[in-house]
């Protein structure tokens, strides 16, 4: 069974940092694009950072310059490294994941999630 696998939240000062992990367990085909989104109360879930198979990156404009997403293919595993940590950054951070999967006849691309994590900046 195929499951994404999320650490690194927990609670920082404002202007500290945290890297977040994302690893995908089970076995797929390739990974179209892995990304990160965020949720604080009472907001709609957000678009972080997301990096696609070829290594272009994007990242929402409250991010830029602060966030760093990263990729280690060999693990299939994605970090998230936040810098500058602010107070509206406080939010559950879910890993997203686009996967495929060859059944030896055919693919197909499956949206994952993981559970998510909270990020709490705070002094």
């Known amino acids: 069974q195929v499951q994404l696998l999320e650490s690194g939240g927990g609670l920082v000062q404002p202007g500290g940092s945290l890297r977040l992990s994302c690893a995908v367990s089970?076995?797929?085909?390739?990974?179209?694009?892995m990304g990160w989104y965020r949720q604080a109360p009472g907001k709609q879930r957000e678009l972080v950072a997301v990096?696609?198979?070829?290594?272009?990156?994007n990242y929402a404009d409250s991010v830029k310059g602060r966030f760093t997403i990263s990729r280690d293919n060999a693990k299939n595993t994605k970090y998230l490294q936040m810098l500058s940590l602010k107070p509206e950054d406080t939010a559950v951070y879910y890993c997203y994941a686009r996967l495929k999967f060859y059944n030896g006849l055919a693919y197909r691309d499956e949206d994952y999630w993981g559970q998510g994590t909270q990020v709490t900046v705070s002094s």
């Open positions: 089970g076995s797929i085909f390739s990974i179209n694009a």
């Open positions: 990096i696609t198979s070829g290594g272009n990156t």
